[in-house]
């Protein structure tokens, strides 16, 4: 364990405030809606909101936001910097999926206030000390005698915000975690990230844009709108399930393709485009987000059970199934394996809450999927794995008496080539159900 040194011996004495250091691309234009999350974090966060203990001294200020990929936390955070940073003394954006990558930031940081200089800055681990020794002490100035001030004088203690994005494991934060009275802000697929180092859980499971933020963020990125086309509009957001990567994606390829939104729609809703439109490589913030909605959620990264339940998990009503039958189903997917126990479920389904890609009502013992993650898996699915699946699990769930089974279908379902393959036929409307079930 490495000691921050004493700030007496190692500090320079002119500490480079304010200091902003946020993510390089800072404009963005394309922000939309989020205003009650803002105010939200706002509110726990900025400064001025200082949380005293009894004894009369601030405390550390944190707010996690959690949610699956694409549904807009960095964005969030993003903007978030960008209106409040005058509010703080200095504000530090550290990305957070790697250690290299903490590393690299937590050095950045400590040349850019000026704890080390270029000459001094030999070691990430004493670079990483120092900052955390700051952090954990912000003094604005030395005092004549070079001593940095007593905690507690006010007028020369600064205010930050560190802001730790992408922090998908948020258990790696813990070597760079700082003491002090600043403020943290956490983007995490996690979402334990809301309860870690803290007793007072803080931040929230972000959910999709409301209809009207989704019409203006389509309306925004496409620019090709004509009146009659407002009913469509609603129907692409609709379809699209107000995630803001699947908005923006799509808008992305309604602009390259010129496409007016009717014809859009009419690809969407195809069975064989429905794929190609995912696949479609997304070339509009390719600078700041890395994904397209075929590879957000890296499926093929997920341990086999995990996905397996999770391509499961896609059949049923995406707001609510139940523990008990989808541990049913699942056992009966595993049938060939003599020893499947309830911990195969719990752990297969601790790896998708852990990013967020199902969410669970613990009281209700229920589990959701959002529409657009069912629907990416069941499109990556092959349609013979499908038919399997469903014969497997679905057959022994009805022979069992689970007539909640014919419940498991959902809106885009209705036209998706891996269903009519397993025998499912379309209603013709957003929650058709399969006419006939596989056994
Ligand atoms: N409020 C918003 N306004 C406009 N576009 C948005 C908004 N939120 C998200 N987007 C779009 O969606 C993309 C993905 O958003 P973002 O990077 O914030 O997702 P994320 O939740 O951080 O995902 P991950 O867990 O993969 O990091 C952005 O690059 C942007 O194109
Ligand atoms: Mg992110």
């Not at 190692?10 to 809606?33: A, M, Q, R, V």
Request: aromatic share 6%; net charge negative.
């Amino acid at each position: 364990m490495v000691h921050p040194p004493t700030p007496n011996t190692t500090i320079p004495k002119i500490i480079h405030l304010p200091c902003f250091l946020l993510n390089t691309h800072s404009g963005n234009d394309e922000f939309c809606g989020r205003e009650d999350i803002l105010g939200h974090i706002a509110s726990e966060l900025l400064p001025s909101k200082t949380l005293a203990t009894a004894a009369g001294v601030s405390q550390l200020r944190q707010f996690a936001l959690c949610g699956f990929g694409g549904i807009g936390k960095t964005e969030i955070a993003r903007e978030f910097a960008r209106r409040h940073r005058t509010s703080f003394d200095a504000v530090f954006w550290v990305v957070a999926d790697e250690i290299a990558k903490l590393d690299h930031h937590y050095q950045q940081i400590s040349l850019a206030l000026g704890l080390e200089d270029e000459t001094e800055c030999k070691s990430q681990v004493v670079s990483r000390e120092m900052v955390k020794g700051w952090l954990s002490n912000a003094r604005k100035q030395l005092s004549r005698s070079g001593e940095l001030d007593q905690p507690g004088e006010a007028a020369s203690e600064a205010t930050w915000l560190l802001i730790f994005d992408n922090a998908d494991d948020p258990m790696v934060l813990a070597d760079y975690w700082p003491q002090g009275s600043g403020s943290i802000l956490i983007t995490s697929r996690d979402p334990l990230a809301k309860t870690i180092f803290t007793r007072r859980p803080s931040g929230l499971d972000l959910g999709p844009l409301t209809q009207q933020d989704s019409l203006s963020l389509l309306h925004h990125l496409t620019t090709n709108l004509e009146e009659p086309e407002d009913d469509t509009a609603r129907k692409i957001t609709d379809a699209l399930g107000g995630i803001p990567l699947a908005i923006s994606q799509m808008a992305s390829i309604i602009r390259r393709q010129d496409l007016t939104l009717s014809e859009f729609y009419e690809l969407y809703t195809d069975q064989e485009e429905h794929a190609r439109l995912y696949e479609t490589k997304f070339d509009t913030n390719l600078v700041t987000y890395r994904h397209s909605l075929s590879t957000v959620w890296a499926f093929e990264k997920l341990k086999p059970q995990a996905r397996q339940l999770l391509e499961l998990a896609s059949f049923f009503d995406p707001d609510a199934v139940g523990d008990d039958l989808l541990m049913e189903a699942f056992a009966a997917l595993q049938s060939d394996d003599l020893t499947f126990k309830k911990s195969n479920y719990i752990d297969a389904r601790t790896e998708l809450l852990q990013s967020s890609l199902v969410q669970r009502d613990k009281q209700k013992q229920q589990i959701s999927v959002h529409r657009i993650v069912q629907d990416a898996i069941l499109t990556a699915m092959e349609v013979s794995k499908s038919s399997q699946c469903l014969a497997k699990s679905f057959g022994r769930c009805g022979a069992t008496g689970h007539r909640q089974c014919p419940s498991l279908q959902r809106s885009r379902n209705c036209h998706h080539p891996n269903l009519r393959g397993a025998g499912y036929m379309s209603q013709g409307g957003r929650s058709a159900r399969p006419s006939t079930r596989t056994s």
